[in-house]
């Protein structure tokens, strides 16, 4: 089992940058496929980005991508969601999410998620 908690969200004018990190608890990280979704108000959790376990191989949606990379650091236990070029419809809360085995965009698959991190970007 893993225990995620993410951090760094805030106000950021668009354009502006942010970097959000995800803390997972556990000696397995290695083990799991981790993925950034979002939700934003009257809206459905939507994917942004995932990570392989090793890091080598990353998926991004096409309205983020170009824009945020995700990175992750196993011997820290962190992933990373940096974010460039923001814009507001941006504006949500982001949840980090772990997966076993799946690798891909589909919400229900991700077995452990954090409580979420709101940014919110100012037009």
């Known amino acids: 089992q893993v225990q995620l908690v993410e951090s760094g969200g805030g106000l950021v004018q668009a354009g502006g940058s942010l970097r959000l990190s995800c803390a997972a608890s556990?000696?397995?990280?290695?083990?799991?496929?981790m993925a950034w979704f979002r939700q934003a108000p009257e809206k459905e959790r939507e994917f942004v980005a995932v990570?392989?376990?090793?890091?080598?191989?990353?998926y991004y949606a096409d309205s983020v991508k170009g824009r945020f990379t995700i990175s992750r650091d196993n011997a820290k236990n962190l992933v990373y969601l940096q974010m460039n070029s923001l814009k507001s419809e941006d504006t949500a809360v982001y949840y980090c999410?772990?997966?076993?085995?799946?690798?891909?965009?589909?919400?229900?698959?991700?077995?452990?998620w954090g409580q979420g991190t709101q940014v919110t970007v100012s037009s």
């Open positions: 999410a772990a997966a076993r085995a799946y690798y891909g965009s589909s919400g229900p698959a991700y077995a452990y």
């Open positions: 556990g000696r397995t990280f290695s083990s799991y496929n």
């Open positions: 990570i392989s376990r090793t890091g080598v191989s990353t």
